[in-house]
């Protein structure tokens, strides 16, 4: 385990726990850190992933972003599969490095996109059908963390790969606004998303929010699934347009309670059965890349146009970087 601060100390306690795998240790600049949760789990604490060269199998990396490639690409040179945290690198450009570079060598690369191995959105996916429209919001409270980054690559990165994983169609435009509250970079932003096929997502994050909400809501032909992340429920609304017009029931609904599962445990046990078998991840390295892609379009959009425009009137779809060329 590379990195482990708060989301990394999770994921050494799964490793430490699960029957299919053994810690071996833990990797962190901070070696007091690292001994600390190296002695809650049982294993070595290094400071250097040098140290690793024929030592594991495979390792999970939850250093803060900016050293991502840094870290995974040398992971790679030992011949070491590799589970990173979202997003997989800072740039597209170093993305498309590791993945390539992974292929070369035949490793497993997968990145920490998880809520792809959430209950409800499985659950979700399972019962979405062409969806026409898709509606996210990821907002809640000001929490001091992950702050080396913005609000697109640190909360909204997950709900654009969700509806990645929805919409199997090019990206035709992206539109997006996005503002300032607490930190030195965008803590609340707004994207409209069209697909080729004419699919269109709105996505909504804010790390500013008065309350916790996350909630999905799809579209397609006469069927609205609201999924809610929090509540673990998905309802199904039927819509039927003649009753409607003759007087009658315009909408059937029901609320289906999703038992609630530990998604970074499905996520840590299927990177385990990857490198065990050969299979590919839910979210690979190229899957990973497409998520940061898109996530790039969302800040280019909004840096190209005043944060005030967020709290303002939309104007029309920029005709700049953000349009895919055709």
């Not at 997003?87 to 597209?92: G, K, V």
């Not at 919001?137 to 909204?156: S, Y």
């Amino acid at each position: 385990m590379v990195g482990v601060g708060y989301f990394g100390r999770f994921h050494a306690k799964h490793y430490a726990a699960h029957p299919d795998a053994d810690l071996v240790c833990v990797v962190d600049a901070d070696i007091a850190r690292a001994r600390a949760v190296a002695d809650e789990f049982g294993c070595d604490a290094i400071a250097d992933v040098e140290a690793l060269k024929d030592r594991v199998d495979l390792v999970s990396v939850a250093a803060p972003t900016s050293l991502h490639f840094q870290i995974v690409d040398h992971l790679l040179d030992l011949g070491l599969n590799v589970l990173v945290e979202k997003p997989i690198t800072p740039d597209t450009v170093s993305a498309d490095r590791l993945v390539a570079k992974a292929e070369a060598r035949g490793l497993v690369l997968q990145v920490g996109h998880i809520e792809r191995h959430s209950a409800v959105y499985k659950a979700l996916r399972q019962d979405a059908v062409a969806p026409w429209l898709i509606e996210v919001r990821r907002h809640g409270p000001w929490r001091k963390r992950a702050t080396d980054v913005d609000v697109v690559l640190d909360l909204m990165i997950h709900d654009l790969d969700l509806v990645l994983g929805l919409v199997d169609a090019p990206i035709a435009w992206v539109d997006a606004a996005a503002h300032s509250v607490f930190s030195d970079s965008e803590d609340m932003a707004d994207a409209r998303i069209a697909f080729a096929n004419g699919t269109i997502a709105n996505v909504s994050a804010s790390r500013a929010a008065g309350a916790t909400e996350r909630r999905m809501i799809v579209h397609g032909g006469e069927t609205v699934l609201v999924a809610d992340f929090v509540e673990s429920t998905l309802t199904r609304q039927i819509l039927n347009r003649s009753a409607a017009l003759n007087g009658g029931d315009a909408l059937t609904s029901v609320t289906q309670p999703i038992e609630r599962e530990d998604s970074l445990a499905n996520e840590i046990t299927e990177f385990l059965a990857c490198v065990r078998t050969g299979g590919a991840p839910t979210v690979d390295g190229a899957r990973g890349r497409d998520a940061l892609d898109l996530a790039r379009r969302v800040l280019d959009s909004a840096r190209d146009k005043p944060n005030t425009h967020l709290f303002g009137a939309k104007a029309p779809r920029p005709e700049g970087a953000a349009r895919v060329a055709e």
